[in-house]
Each structure stands twice: as C-alpha cells, then as structure tokens.
C-alpha cells in the first residue's frame, strides 16, 4: 500500500443510506471504531470536527482530535472531505490530507471504498494505516467495526 494513498474496501451487508448514516451522523459515529462523535455539516464547505471521546481526553488528548471541510456531499453515494490529524504537533505541521468515501450497492450489499490521499503526511499515513501497534487498528479497525456494527447491532466491545 502506498504511503501517499490508502485505499480500504469493505462489504456491508446494510443499505448504503444506513451505511451513509453510521459515516455522517453523530449519533452512529460515535458507536464503533475509537467511540469518538464525528460532527459533519454536509454543504460544500461546512466544517468537520472529531472529538476526543472521554478515555482520550482523560489521558490528555485534545478535545478535537480531526478536523477537516466537505468537499462534495452526494447522500448516500459519495462524500469527500479534507481530513487533519490533531495528535501531535507533528501531525498536526502535515496539514489537511484528502479523504473520498464512496458507496455503491452491489451484490446485494454496499461496497464502501476509502480513498485518503496523504501526500506530505508521512506521520499520519503511518497512524492511519493500522501497522503500528501502539495506535491502534487505523482505518481498518475502523471500518472493521462499522461493518460490524451495522451487521450485528454491537461494535467490537459492545
């Protein structure tokens, strides 16, 4: 995989509006993955902010850990957005990257495709792309356990 573009599939056996939903909306985001509420507003340059859930901020994390702007919304099929890792200082020097997720039914399911783009940001393409151990699964981790969690009602540890 290259350190400049990640590109993650997965199959959910969900509709793609539910699909849409568990990416955009606050009240599905903050279920899976690492449990932290994403806050989208969907007009072509509207903001996007994660914030850090409580276990983060209690080991000191900010309270915003991402942030970003839409791009292009198209509900249920495709949102792009600028997406900036807040971590560290260092990641937060590499500036805005480019995250595309598209979504298309097929085969009776929903193919859902993250394309993130990561020219300059050497640091978060590392971090994001669940190889090291000490930061946790990524963004296969993280789509791992959307694709759970609309399959079977409960994420990973629900």
């Not at 994390?61 to 919304?73: R, Y």
């Not at 900036?84 to 200082?89: G, Q």
Request: aromatic share 10%.
């Amino acid at each position: 995989m290259s350190n400049e573009t990640q590109v993650h599939r997965v199959f959910i056996k969900a509709s793609p509006e539910q699909v849409w939903d568990a990416i955009t909306d606050p009240k599905w985001n903050a279920r899976y993955g690492y449990r932290c509420q994403g806050d989208y507003d969907l007009r072509p340059g509207g903001g996007y902010r994660v914030l850090a859930s409580d276990e983060m901020k209690g080991m000191g994390s900010l309270d915003v850990i991402i942030d970003g702007e839409v791009l292009e919304s198209d509900p249920p099929r495709k949102l792009v957005q600028t997406w900036r890792a807040l971590f560290t200082p260092e990641t937060t020097a590499e500036g805005f990257t480019k995250l595309t997720w598209e979504i298309v039914e097929q085969y009776g399911t929903t193919r859902l495709t993250l394309t993130h783009e990561l020219v300059g940001a050497p640091l978060t393409a590392v971090q994001v792309s669940g190889d090291l151990d000490d930061a946790g699964g990524g963004w296969p981790f993280i789509l791992s356990d959307l694709k759970t969690m609309l399959e079977t009602g409960s994420p990973f540890s629900g």
